[in-house]
Each structure stands twice: as structure tokens, then as C-alpha cells.
């Protein structure tokens, strides 16, 4: 097992064909001084293609920018053209590239705008931290999309440090003096629970058969709390059924704009997390995992690398605890009692930093940035479970469905099926924020409804009265108050034109307008779209100037919304439209005559 940020154990050989190219890249030829900049930088990091965003990350850390001249000087380190590193640098948002002789930013201040934010006076911070530090060359401000921190708005970071809830006296004394490194977390160097990795153990130890973590699973019906929902086993039997190798990826970029219980589970209690998705790897036959962050989540990157240094110290353990689990588990010995769950050592785990894209929140796009790449969602078919990384068969999954398993494998999945209400199954988490008493991550049965949520969170805020509210971040559309009491699952939004998604719902009253939120979304949106195809890339940025006009013109955004819908290559542009579709259907006295 290994950290992509550390040195490379023979073990994590990569895939053949990564690392592979020009002996000599064409383009400029870079400077000593940039070629020992990029070596001190990155020294200790394995010179794989697939390493392209880490080397960018470690030269930015180090350097504050990325200029043309060491831009040069890291195709060469990896042998790949200089076009293709500078279209990767330029593709996310957190890499500044330099002009030649541009000094860099001694450290970037970020200030969310993104609705939750902005309803919490998200934009006036804005305004007043770049007031306060205007004239100061050595600071950068900027703008930026959630940042996962919606309970606690208005959120900011600066440098790798979050701020939430931000102030501007706050911001700009850190701005100035630091510290600008990631924040402690609740589960910060918790001790070891006993309940930690037990279900885990009860596999290797063969007390638990991969037939009956399946049959479990299924009882269950648990199903990817992500966004899409599809049936956790059949994903699982898909993988399991495709021939080796196999990889495993642990989604941690929610980048959906009022979604942040991904990091509320990591932040205060992330070894369930962990232990599911070495359980998944001994049932599927995961040879090696990838478990990717959003930048935003620095505080959650560095507890993960901690918690992963001392797993693979169990690994070791537990290798000789139960010799029978690991082995070659791609060989099958009738002779054996158990067959090999995992390989010797346990499989490769790489911990991998985002950079600021939304887009790699879907799940191909994702594994495109694993790979070095742009992250540009791939066509269909196939789908990642038969085609994912390098090619391989992928189980892809967010952090909660994870989580739960050891849950099901002790309390069986039946049962906790049975927490459901109103024809639902299990439990779910919802990010609540926007006019709440109480912003936060809550734990409702499935089939919950909006109205039971906000009494959850305390009721309204003071002086607010429900208006409207988002039942599944940006792209799930805006509900009217009068359909409060509809149950906010899968599958239970589609007559109303919207979806649950992520589950994240952000409440808004009468102090509020639809449109307003609406606009928000959808320059989001527009921010945020990869721009490989031209129906979403070309169709946010109209819309976001039709929804400026005093008055809607219906017809065409339907029109838009159509085209978009049928054209977009992923789930960005086919879902855009549903912000403005919501307040066509539901809020038209806020855009007719």
C-alpha cells in the first residue's frame, strides 16, 4: 500500500504504458534553474504520466505559480509534450500559470459565492476582503465555487486553511500572517476504537464469505448515496463478474453546491469509510484503490494520509493474522480453505488531490483526472464498471455508501432496510443549509420530507418564512413550500421535475426569490462546465443571459433546455436546465410581465 505523494515501492508498479514518451519533449527548451526547481519540488514523486496533477501540486505549493519556463522543465522530468502538461495546468482552476516574469501570490485567499454562501452574505465578504487587502501585490482574492462548507456560511480559505464561518477581520489577519496550513479535524488523531475494522476482520478471519457480505448488501438495498442511486450489489456483481485486474475508486470531489456530508463523516469519524472500502476490495478483488479529494478539502486530505499510514500498518498485521486472506487472488486453489481476499500487503492505495473542478465529481471524468488527464467526462458505453481506470473494470463509490457497511455486516442489511419510512429503505444523510435555525448534516430515515428536515435543523430562522427550496444542490431543481411533504429519496421528485441527487437541500424563504437562486446556479454552472461539448458549453452561457432579462422568454429556454438535455455528453449539462425549468414551472410570477 502507498500514498501517490510519497516515494514508489516496487509493489505499485503502474499500469504498462504509463510514463511512456518522447525521450525529449518539443517545444522550448527550459532553464537549469527551472529544471532544479521542478527536481526539488518533486523529488521523491515517481515520474509517471499518471502523477502529471501531483507534480503540478507540488510545484505550486512550493512556488506560489506555475510558469511557462517550469512548465517546460516538468514535460521533460515526465517525458510528455509541454502542450499536454500546459493543457492539464490551464484546465483547472487551482493552477495558476505565470507569464514569463510574473511573480506569484505569497498565498491565495478564496471567498465562496455559491448560493448558501451568498445567502449568508457570501459576496459582501468578498467585497470587503478585497478592500482590505487592495494594494497588497502579495495576496491573491478570488472568487470562488462551494467549498463543501455550507453549514457554516460564509465560508473562505485561505491558502490550504478553511475559514468557515468566515469573517473578514478573520480572513485578512490570516492573509497576513498565516497559519495558511489545512485545520485540525474532530477525528484528528483519534485513538482506535474497538469497533474499528471489526467487520473487516470477520472477513479475513473467514467468519464473514464474500457470498454473504453480497446477500447482505442486497437485503439492504442500499444504494450509491453519491447522486445516482444506482443498486450498490448490482454495481458490486458487475465489477466482480468482469476478469482482473480490477481497481477500486473512493469518490471524495463533491463539489455540488450545498453538499458537504462527505466531509462531515470524513472530519469526524472517517475509519467506516475506510474499512467499507476494504471490504469492497476483498469482495470485488480490487487489486488497487484510488481515493480522490477535492482541493477545497485540505483538512480532510491530511487526516486521510495519517489514518492510510496507519492502515497500512495494520495491513501488515493482519497479513499475519490470517495468512489464508492474502495472497495471489488471482489464483484460485481448491486445496485452500478461504481463497485470497487481498493481495499480499493489501491492495495499493493511492490518496490523490483534486484541483478545482467540479466536473470530477462524475465518476468519468474523475478517473480521467486519476490518469493525469483534462478531467473530461468519457462517452457511453461502456461504463466505468466494465471500462474504467487504464481500462480496467472499476467499483466507483462516494464516501457514505462506503461507510455503511460495516453497519449492515453487523446489525445484517435487513434490518437496517427497515429504518425506512413511507415505502423507503435505510438512512440517509442530508446536507441542510440556506434559512435554517441549525445549518447541518442530519440522519433521517429514508422517505424523510423537507418539512421533517427543517424541524430537524430547528425549524426556520428567525424572521423567515419557506418559500422554496433545492432538494438535491444545483442540479436538482427548486421546489416550491406547497410540496414540502413529498418524501426527498430516489426515485420520489421525477413527477416534479426534480431529484434528490446528492441530497443536499438548501431552504429558502420569502426573503429569497427562485430566479435569484436560479441565476446563481446556473453561472455556476457555466463556470463549471468542462466546455468539451457545445450544448452545455455554449448552452449555460445562454441562459445565464436570458435569466439576467427583466422578463423571461419562455419558448427559448425551453428550447435550450431541450437541446441541452439531449445533447450533453454528461449529467452537467443534461441536469443545468433544471434551475430555470423549476421557476418556469413553479415561480413564473417572478419572471412574467
Excluded at 192 to 208: I, K, T, V, W
Excluded at 391 to 396: C, E, I, S, V
Excluded at 401 to 421: E, S
Aim: glycine share 10%; hydrophobic share 40%; aromatic share 6%.
Amino acid at each position: 500500500m502507498q500514498h501517490a505523494a510519497g516515494p514508489t515501492p516496487s509493489v505499485a508498479v503502474p499500469p504498462s504504458g504509463i510514463g511512456r514518451g518522447r525521450a525529449q519533449p518539443k517545444g522550448r527548451t527550459p532553464s537549469p534553474a527551472a529544471r532544479e526547481r521542478v527536481a526539488q519540488a518533486c523529488a521523491g514523486l515517481a515520474a509517471r504520466r499518471d502523477l502529471l496533477i501531483e507534480h503540478l501540486h507540488r510545484l505550486q505549493d512550493a512556488l506560489g505559480g506555475l510558469t511557462r519556463d517550469d512548465l517546460a522543465a516538468l514535460a521533460e522530468r515526465l517525458r510528455l509534450s509541454q502542450a499536454e502538461v500546459f493543457e492539464v495546468a490551464t484546465f483547472y482552476h487551482h493552477f495558476r500559470v505565470l507569464d514569463d516574469g510574473a511573480m506569484p501570490p505569497r498565498v491565495t485567499v478564496r471567498v465562496c459565492t455559491s448560493l448558501p454562501c451568498a445567502l449568508a452574505g457570501g459576496e459582501a465578504l468578498l467585497a470587503r476582503v478585497r478592500q482590505a487587502l487592495q494594494g497588497d501585490d502579495t495576496v491573491a482574492v478570488e472568487a470562488a465555487p462551494c467549498m463543501g462548507q455550507c453549514h457554516q456560511a460564509p465560508a473562505a480559505c485561505v491558502g490550504q486553511r478553511q475559514m468557515a464561518p468566515a469573517t473578514d477581520e478573520a480572513v485578512v489577519a490570516c492573509a497576513r500572517s498565516g497559519p495558511s496550513t489545512p485545520r485540525a479535524l474532530p477525528a484528528s488523531g483519534a485513538p482506535l476504537q474497538p469497533h474499528d475494522y471489526a467487520q473487516l476482520e470477520r472477513l479475513l478471519a473467514g467468519e464473514l464469505t464474500p457470498a454473504a457480505v453480497l446477500r447482505e448488501l442486497q437485503a439492504s438495498d442500499l444504494r450509491g448515496l453519491g447522486g445516482a442511486g444506482f443498486p450498490a450489489w448490482r454495481k458490486w456483481a458487475t465489477v466482480a463478474g468482469q476478469p482482473g485486474p480490477r481497481e477500486g475508486v473512493v469518490n471524495i470531489d463533491e463539489g455540488e453546491v450545498g453538499t458537504f456530508k462527505d466531509w462531515h463523516l470524513l472530519a469526524h469519524d472517517p475509519r467506516p469509510a475506510l474499512e467499507g472500502m476494504l471490504i469492497a476490495a476483498a469482495v470485488v478483488g480490487l487489486q488497487r484503490l484510488w481515493v480522490y479529494v477535492r482541493d477545497e478539502y485540505h483538512d480532510v486530505r491530511a487526516l486521510l494520509g495519517d489514518e492510510l499510514v496507519a492502515l497500512r500498518a495494520r495491513l501488515a498485521q493482519w497479513q499475519q493474522r490470517y495468512p489464508a486472506a492474502f495472497g495471489d487472488t488471482a489464483v484460485v486453489d481448491p486445496g485452500r480453505a478461504q481463497r485470497p481476499l487481498l493481495p499480499p500487503g493489501g491492495p495499493v492505495i493511492e490518496l490523490r488531490r483534486g484541483a478545482g473542478a467540479y466536473i470530477c465529481g462524475e465518476e468519468s471524468a474523475l478517473i480521467e483526472s486519476l490518469e493525469g488527464k483534462r478531467g473530461l467526462p468519457r462517452l457511453r458505453p461502456p461504463i466505468t464498471a466494465l471500462r474504467g481506470v487504464f481500462g480496467r473494470p472499476t467499483l466507483a463509490h462516494n464516501v457514505e455508501t462506503l461507510w455503511w457497511l460495516p453497519t449492515l455486516l453487523r446489525d445484517g442489511g435487513a434490518a437496517w432496510a427497515t429504518a425506512g419510512v413511507r415505502g423507503r429503505h435505510g438512512w440517509r444523510r442530508y446536507s441542510v443549509s440556506g434559512r435554517v435555525q441549525r445549518p447541518g448534516c442530519y440522519l433521517l430515515p429514508a422517505g424523510s420530507t423537507l418539512r421533517e428536515l427543517i424541524d430537524a435543523a430547528g425549524g426556520m430562522a428567525e424572521g423567515h418564512r419557506l418559500y422554496a427550496f433545492l432538494p438535491g444542490g444545483a442540479s436538482g431543481g427548486i421546489l416550491p413550500a406547497s410540496l414540502a411533504d413529498v418524501p426527498l429519496d430516489f426515485d420520489t421528485l421525477a413527477e416534479h421535475g426534480a431529484f434528490v441527487g446528492s441530497m443536499a437541500v438548501v431552504v429558502l424563504s420569502e426573503a429569497d426569490r427562485a430566479r435569484d437562486a436560479a441565476l446563481s446556479l446556473l453561472r455556476f454552472f457555466e463556470h463549471e462546465s468542462c466546455g468539451q461539448c457545445t450544448p452545455c458549453r455554449a448552452g449555460t452561457r445562454q441562459a445565464v443571459a436570458l435569466m439576467q432579462q427583466p422578463v423571461w422568454d419562455g419558448a427559448r429556454l425551453d428550447d435550450l433546455a431541450q437541446a441541452m438535455r439531449d445533447a450533453s455528453i454528461c449529467g452537467l449539462g443534461q441536469a443545468a436546465p433544471n434551475p430555470f425549468g423549476s421557476v418556469l414551472r413553479y415561480f413564473p410570477h417572478e419572471v412574467s410581465p
